[in-house]
Every structure is written in C-alpha cells, then in structure tokens.
C-alpha cells in the first residue's frame, strides 16, 4: 500500500519569508512517481512537478525548489521569498505507474502568506 | 484543446435524491479516475477505469457508481444521496499510469447533499 504524509496541515509566514513545505512517503515499489499539486482558493489543481524515483536531482522552478531524497523517503518543496499570492493548499501525492494505478495523495498543507 | 470538462460545477440536493456527474475528456486517454475531496482533506479515490468497459473501485466507492461505455467519457452515479456525499468531486484522465504522462484534472463539482 502506498501512503503520503503531510505532517504540517497549516503554515503561515509573512511575504518575503522562505518556507518548506514536507512531504514523506511510503512505498514498496522502485519505480514510483511524485507530484506537488497547488490548489488556490478558486478550488482547481494546478501541476507544479512530476518527480520520478530514478532522479534525485533536485529542482529549481524560479521560486519553488523541491529537494528528493530517497534515503529519507522524502519529496520537501520550498518557497522562496514567498508572496501573497502563493497562498495556497499544496498537496503532495505519489503513483507507482502499475496498471491502472491512482494518485494517492497526502492531506494537504494550507499555507497562508500574510502581507 | 478542452482536456477535462465535468458538469455540473456546483449542485444542491436533498436526502435521498439521485444524480450523475458527468466528466468528459478529448485527449484519448484510457486511464480515467474520479476523486472526492471532503473540506480540510486531500483527495480520496472513489472509482478508476483502464479503458473502456472497464472499471474498478477505489478506496471510497460506497454509495457511487460508474460505467465507461466510451474512452471519452466516465459519469458518476450517486443514488440515494446522504449528507456524507457532500463533497467536491473531481475527474482526472491520464494515458497511462499517470507516472510517465501526469494526470489531468477537471475544474471540479461542489456538491451539498441537504
């Protein structure tokens, strides 16, 4: 079975602060994949990074980093200088691409940022 | 290009009463899912389907139903309506296990059961 956690269910900072955001996994699988998901307040979700269990470089996106680390099982996402509009719920989730396989998603971190 | 459309975006009703959403995708994706996320929760896998005439349940399937007569579209059934439907559900397709391609996500449906 596979299980994301997100341990901080609510975060908030003010404009400018850098935050992380944890993300831990768990999965019997090699190959796997993970995702961030940012779901603003109008409710959709928008893709922020696919991750496959093979590559464990870390990303940089302007100001979104992720930082994998399968020794730690862990997929953190980190906001630099954050804004105002970054106030979001982020979700991470996982896939272990067999057949027919879903997203199993974690319970969200909301993070507020304050001006 | 629409991707994922789903319909209707927000729907009241009452104890009892029945009612399909309707999710729709013109990418040809096989994969297709559908999702509920109660308020403060992540998402949870209600029903999924490999291609058509195919389906399989998730991990909340009680109280809904689905059929894929066509690769485009896969409806959610709710029959006899309970306030612990009330949730936002949401369609995702995918061309395959979503690892390799991603998955796409429709816009979402708010439903109150009262």
């Known amino acids: 079975a596979q299980k994301v956690t997100q341990a901080q269910t609510e975060i908030s900072v003010v404009e400018k602060e850098d935050v992380t955001l944890d993300c831990v996994y768990e999965t019997r699988d090699t190959t796997y994949y993970l995702f961030w998901y940012k779901q603003p307040p109008s409710g959709e979700l928008v893709f922020l990074i696919r991750?496959?269990?093979?590559?464990?470089q870390n990303e940089i996106s302007g100001r979104y980093s992720w930082n994998f680390q399968k020794s730690t099982s862990s997929f953190n996402f980190t906001i630099t200088a954050s804004q105002v509009v970054d106030s979001a719920v982020y979700f991470c989730?996982?896939?272990?691409?067999?057949?027919?396989?879903?997203?199993?998603f974690g319970g969200g971190t909301r993070l507020m940022v304050k001006p | 290009n629409a991707g994922v459309t789903q319909t209707p975006k927000f729907r009241i009703l009452k104890i009892g009463q029945s009612m399909t959403l309707q999710c729709t995708q013109d990418?040809?994706?096989?994969?297709m899912y559908w999702y509920r996320q109660d308020p403060g929760m992540g998402l949870k896998l209600i029903y999924y389907?490999?291609?058509?005439?195919?389906?399989d349940k998730g991990e909340v399937p009680n109280g809904y139903n689905v059929s894929r007569s066509t690769t485009e579209d896969f409806p959610l059934r709710l029959e006899l309506a309970a306030p612990s439907q009330t949730s936002v559900y949401f369609c995702?397709?995918?061309?395959?296990?979503?690892?390799?391609?991603?998955?796409?996500f429709g816009s979402g449906t708010r439903l109150t059961v009262v």
């Open positions: 389907s490999v291609g058509a005439g195919i389906t």
């Open positions: 990418m040809n994706h096989n994969y």
């Open positions: 989730a996982l896939t272990n691409n067999n057949a027919g396989n879903m997203l199993t």
């Open positions: 995702a397709s995918s061309y395959s296990p979503g690892g390799n391609y991603g998955y796409t």
């Open positions: 991750r496959n269990s093979f590559d464990e």
